[in-house]
Nanobody, 125 residues
Framework: QVQLVESGGGLVQAGGSLRLSCAAS????????MAWFRQAAGKEREFVVV????????NYVDPVKGRFTISRDNAKNTVYLQMNSLKPEDTAVYYC??????????????????WGQGTQVTVSS
């Protein structure tokens, strides 16, 4: 049984930082590209960033470039999202997702077979 469990969300003031973690189990973690998506209230789920199987490749959506950093530790079956200089528009439920496809061009939710339950990030102005 595959499980992806996010943690690290919370309430932070604009300009602050948070670090999200996603612990995976029940799959061979190093075989999967890992991504973060987010969904704000009343909006569709949107792609944020993806990291390749080895961690050597990444792809960020433009609004988070230079502020967010994705990383992974295959020995710990965990992917991280360091979020700095947070803005109110970053407020959303953040989901991690796993794709066997492996490509960092895979930015559509339909390309990911496994999802976590989400963690709320709220940025106050």
């Amino acid at each position: 049984q595959v499980q992806l469990v996010e943690s690290g969300g919370g309430l932070v003031q604009a300009g602050g930082s948070l670090r999200l973690s996603c612990a995976a189990s029940g799959l061979t973690f190093s075989n999967y590209a890992m991504a973060w998506f987010r969904q704000a209230a009343g909006k569709e789920r949107e792609f944020v960033v993806v990291i390749s199987r080895t961690g050597g490749g990444t792809n960020y959506v433009d609004p988070v470039k230079g502020r967010f950093t994705i990383s992974r530790d295959n020995a710990k079956n965990t992917v991280y999202l360091q979020m700095n200089s947070l803005k109110p528009e970053d407020t959303a439920v953040y989901y991690c997702a796993a794709s066997i496809l492996g490509s960092t061009w895979n930015t559509q939710p339909s390309g990911y077979g496994y999802w976590g339950q989400g963690t709320q990030v709220t940025v106050s102005s």
